[in-house]
């Protein structure tokens, strides 16, 4: 299994990612393993992430920041003794915005991976949602935790009525998904190609999504209707951090 996105890359110079491991539910049931609760679950994140920014939009949308917490790693990774990943600072004016990790004093995102299962062999990636409780990692696929917090929070949310993905949208969400995921989210594919022909490849995808989305965006206020959506932040998290990305 790849150690970092830089050996994700397939024999022909394509950008491959390998799927999430943690896929655990937090749950609103109390009597779930992972069960709903306030202070409970922290979560770890880069600012220059796109897929970590859906989950702090998703925070500041639902209004369940002060239910979940989340550190941020520093915006750049470093090599530490035995990997190249995302690192804590020391100190919390090392680096702006970045702080130590105030739950485990963990230096590297490569340590909660480790905790949380000793044959972990894959890459140590960000978001992470951690368990405070039984120490360990229950979800690192953003598009997993974005669910959760749309709806398995909504007791302790300032917003619980805001339903990003709304039972009767959820097809054209999901169409809309696919499109920007395979064509946009997955930019990616342009910045970790190590040969021309899955460059190119990429690019001509990257631009006919953007395209068919502008398309949409000069018909419509959002991209699956005139309400926002699921979508909808999918799209611009990665949108905003495409330049400096
Ligand atoms: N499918 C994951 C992708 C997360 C991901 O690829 N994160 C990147 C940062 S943008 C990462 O942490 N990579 C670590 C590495 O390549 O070593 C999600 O959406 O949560």
């Not at 150690?3 to 655990?24: I, K, L």
């Not at 209004?63 to 530490?80: A, M, N, Q, S, Y």
Request: glycine residues 6%.
């Amino acid at each position: 299994m790849a150690r970092s996105a830089h050996n994700e890359v397939t024999d022909s110079g394509a950008f491959d990612p390998s799927p999430s491991t943690f896929r655990s539910f937090v749950s609103r049931d109390s009597s779930a393993r992972f069960a709903a609760a306030p202070g409970r679950y922290h979560l770890y994140v880069s600012y220059s992430c796109p897929w970590d920014c859906r989950c702090l939009a998703y925070l500041k949308l639902k209004g369940l920041d002060h239910v979940i917490r989340f550190t941020w790693v520093k915006p750049v990774f470093e090599r530490t003794n035995d990997h190249m990943g995302w690192v804590f600072p020391a100190a919390g004016d090392e680096e702006p915005g970045a702080e130590p990790d105030p739950i485990n004093g963990a230096k590297s995102i490569r340590e909660f991976y480790e905790i949380a299962s000793t044959k972990y062999a894959g890459k140590p990636s960000v978001p992470v949602l951690w368990d405070k409780q039984l120490k360990t990692i229950v979800n690192n696929e953003s598009s997993g935790i974005i669910r959760m917090l749309n709806t398995e929070f909504n007791e302790f949310a300032e917003n619980p009525g805001l339903d990003l993905y709304p039972a009767h949208l959820q097809a054209s969400i999901d169409e809309i998904n696919e499109l920007v995921y395979e064509g946009i989210n997955i930019v990616y594919k342009c910045g970790f190609a190590k040969q021309q022909g899955p460059y190119d490849e990429a690019v001509t995808k990257l631009y006919e999504a953007l395209d068919k989305c502008e398309d949409t965006l000069s018909r419509q206020r959002f991209l699956c209707s005139n309400q926002i959506t699921e979508a909808d932040v999918r799209l611009f998290t990665t949108l905003i951090r495409f330049d400096e990305v």
